[in-house]
């Protein structure tokens, strides 16, 4: 079989972006292309090329590098900054050593002499189609990216999932990218601020939720790189009740078998609170009834603007509900309870409080 038909029952399924300044060089490559591919784009710098990229997501690039507002050097370098894994074929009249051994740096071994030699052009064509091969096989493995995929094809929006100290931050995302193990996605400034906290994000689609790490952003592109995307089965949306870190001068202590614990408390809410605590599996179990008291501070306006701060301490019943461990010595636990309706409205007076103070911390955080 020869290679130019090897070529065309490859090449029907995928579509390329051709970035060219001539307009008698790209009329030419687009005809030739244009009998093989998909689909064939076509634009006249690196500018127009990288906005094309953007919109359609061809699968090669044939790229110029002496083009008239952003060359080829620049066009490529925030391409495959955009789109890592994209393959790009270089045709350039300008074959200096220099700009191939720069190339081959960025992972392009596909750099073509003008004029164009078209056995040369195809070679290299099927040597980019095999990468893509390689490329898909890995990927296909994973149902999960299948549907994103799907899911963005259709131009769905996500949704994604973050808090800061309990405080909830829930924002539609844009899928800009998906790869073989990561997605790129655009989303609102406070959420890209709580992913970058967390350095992680859940995210909701149909009736998926899937659990990502924060790999990178780029602000001048405003695209956030999530990687290492895992189904899971709950998510933190679906909390019915507000939780909130408390303050430093927060106390709290356990009281179980005639023992007094006391551990650092990561959250609570109006009906609940979790521990982080050191060793707990052989103290206290599931379903396990204990004593807690807690002690905090309120604040209550009087006249003048005045602030009148209480001194708060509440005793109550709770059971162990969940106890999940962090690594061989330290785990989470939390429990549940149900308060008197005097202790819950002065419990959610200072859940409330915290939580302004929380929404101001969080305005003030940096990176």
Same mark, same amino acid.
């Given at each position: ?7 065309? &029952? ?6 390329? /972006? ?9 009329? %030419? ?7 093989? #591919?998909?689909?064939?784009?076509? $634009? ?7 906005? =094309? ?8 690039? /044939?790229?110029?590098? *002496? ?25 350039? $009249? ?16 596909? +750099? ?19 990468? /893509? ?16 995929? $799907? ?25 800009? &990218? ?10 609102? &400034? =406070? %959420? ?8 992680? *994000? ?23 790189? /999530? ?22 001068? +927060? &106390? ?22 979790? +521990? *982080? $605590? ?19 501070? *309120? ?35 939390? #429990? ?16 409330? %409080? ?7 911390? +969080? ?5």
């Amino acid at each position: 079989m020869s290679e130019l038909i090897k070529l065309k &029952n490859k090449a029907s399924e995928y579509s390329v /972006l051709i970035v060219e300044d001539s307009k008698h060089i790209q009329k %030419q490559m687009k005809n030739f292309v244009g009998k093989l #591919f998909k689909e064939v784009y076509v $634009a006249d710098n690196g500018l127009v090329g990288l906005e =094309v990229f953007k919109k359609n997501l061809p699968d090669l690039v /044939l790229s110029d590098l *002496t083009m008239p507002q952003m060359d080829g050097h620049e066009f490529i370098a925030k391409l495959l900054e955009f789109s890592p894994n994209t393959q790009v074929v270089i045709i350039s $009249a300008h074959g200096y050593e220099e700009n191939i051994m720069k190339f081959k740096k960025l992972g392009i071994n596909e +750099f073509i002499q003008k004029p164009v030699n078209y056995d040369t052009l195809i070679s290299s064509l099927l040597s980019s189609i095999k990468k /893509l091969e390689n490329s898909e096989e890995e990927s296909n493995e994973d149902d999960l990216f299948k549907e994103l995929y $799907a899911f963005k094809l259709n131009n769905n929006k996500i949704e994604l999932v973050n808090h800061y100290k309990g405080i909830p931050f829930i924002h539609d995302a844009s899928i800009i &990218n998906i790869e073989k193990d990561k997605i790129r996605i655009k989303t609102e &400034n =406070v %959420q890209v601020k709580a992913i970058r906290y967390e350095k992680d *994000t859940t995210i909701h689609f149909e009736d998926k939720i899937v659990n990502a790490k924060f790999e990178s952003y780029d602000e001048h592109s405003n695209i956030l790189c /999530l990687k290492d995307l895992v189904e899971v089965e709950t998510s933190s949306k679906n909390r019915k009740t507000l939780r909130v870190a408390p303050d430093e001068m +927060f &106390n709290s202590s356990i009281f179980a078998n005639s023992e007094r614990y006391n551990y650092k408390v990561e959250s609570l809410s109006s009906s609940s609170i979790s +521990f *982080t $605590a050191k060793n707990v599996t052989n103290k206290l179990r599931v379903a396990d009834k204990v004593d807690i008291v807690i002690g905090f501070k *309120t604040e209550h306006e009087a006249s003048f603007e005045n602030v009148i701060v209480h001194k708060e301490r509440l005793s109550f019943k709770a059971f162990v509900h969940k106890i999940k461990k962090i690594d061989n010595d330290y785990s989470k636990i939390v #429990f549940i309870y149900e308060l008197s309706f005097g202790d819950r409205k002065i419990l959610e007076k200072y859940i409330l %409080q915290r939580q302004l103070e929380l929404v101001k911390e +969080f305005k003030e955080l940096k990176f």
